[in-house]
């Protein structure tokens, strides 16, 4: 029996590659629906190809999609907030998750696992680090867990100057050495932002302390995950950097079938595999983020929304490189902070946080 899916995000980075591998596999998928926040010109060549039940450009109509039982799975491969409703929708309706939203989870990560383990739904991460922690706890407990550790390229800065950094252009900013991003998670990995996301998404999907996550430089990017055990044993998830094996990972599970870049990797051509400490100081944005996740309450919203505008601002010339993380912070810190707030209050910080930092944007 084919597996239903839907995708929501077809024409980015991560729904294109998802479709690659469905492409590969026609006889063990069958698309449900295609949604897109834009560029309907290739939604249209999709839905020709796959021939979807529904297709649907802009908000409007992916909480239908996600209310649609007849789903087995649906990826979110969008970025942003707009993500976060339709995915409660889909867990509410005992879908389950491939998710590589991980704003969603930055914002509201409790509600989101909370729904999800009352309605007995599985989420499955996509991000390449999260699906390596994914691979490596199967068949071992969570409570055996002493570290997680995910691994960081570096991005196109990790040998320059703080001052370099500071004054890079758009240009050199999405010249990522490793993965193939688009515009957005591209800026947030030169400055690191995206490592700290990451480290939030990870402390809520597998439950697991701030004070036990660690961020380890890769440059070679081969290592994705990995975690340490109480009794000193390191497991590790290693392979190509290429979206596939995760994408194809999380929409099989939990079957392993040929993919298309699985036989790629030859540790005797590798050779060599270096690991270094993050520089906090030439990325401060990294360690921000990380603050703002062991805050927790409405910091993260905040941050997220001012992130958002900062980096869209960056991309437009308005603001420089550095001046993200200035933006950013000031914002978080400027915000009404709750401990303990509804989703409600998460999604007004967020929006509150846009504002002020559109404010800072435009008296620059």
């Known amino acids: 029996m084919k597996k239903k899916i839907s995708i929501i995000g077809s024409t980015g980075s991560v729904g294109k590659q998802a479709l690659e591998v469905i492409e590969n596999f026609r006889d063990r998928f069958e698309i449900i629906a295609l949604a897109a926040g834009s560029n309907a010109e ?161 402390h809520h999907l597998f439950g697991i302390p701030y004070d036990k996550i660690e961020v380890v430089v890769h440059p070679q990017s081969i290592i994705h995950g990995a975690i340490e055990f109480k009794d000193g044993s390191i497991i590790a998830q290693l392979g190509q950097p290429s979206m596939h094996i995760p994408v194809q990972y999380a929409l099989t599970y939990p079957e392993r079938i ?26 401060p944005c990294l360690a921000f983020t990380i603050e703002c996740g062991k805050k927790g309450g409405t910091a993260p919203a905040a941050l997220n929304g001012a992130n958002d505008e900062a980096v869209m601002a960056f991309l437009d010339g308005k603001i420089k490189f550095g001046e993200i993380y200035v933006i950013v912070k000031a914002t978080v810190e400027k915000h009404a902070h709750i401990s303990n707030p509804t989703l409600k209050q998460v999604l007004s910080a967020d929006k509150n946080a846009r504002e002020f930092a559109k404010m800072l944007i435009l008296n620059k």
């Open 258 to 283: 040929v993919g298309i870049k699985s036989n790629s990797l030859s540790l005797s051509y590798i050779a060599k595999l270096d690991f270094m400490k993050p520089d906090f100081e030439k990325f």
């Open 42 to 202: 290739l939604l249209k060549e999709q839905s020709k190809k796959f021939k979807p039940k529904y297709i649907c450009l802009g908000e409007h109509g992916i909480e239908r999609i996600c209310m649609d039982k007849e789903n087995d799975i649906i990826l979110f491969a969008c970025s942003g907030i707009v993500g976060l409703k339709p995915m409660l929708t889909a867990i509410e309706n005992g879908i389950d998750i491939a998710l590589a939203n991980k704003e969603s989870i930055v914002l509201a990560g409790d509600f989101v696992m909370q729904k999800a383990k009352k309605h007995g739904v599985n989420i499955i991460p996509v991000d390449s680090e999260h699906s390596a922690i994914h691979q490596c706890l199967r068949g071992n407990r969570t409570k055996d867990i002493e570290k997680l550790i995910i691994t960081a390229s570096g991005g196109p800065f990790l040998y320059s100057s703080a001052e370099e950094i500071q004054n890079a252009t758009v240009k050199d900013a999405l010249a990522h050495p490793r993965w193939d991003m688009g515009k957005k998670i591209s800026i947030d990995s030169a400055n690191m932002t995206n490592k700290g996301f990451e480290i939030i998404e990870a």
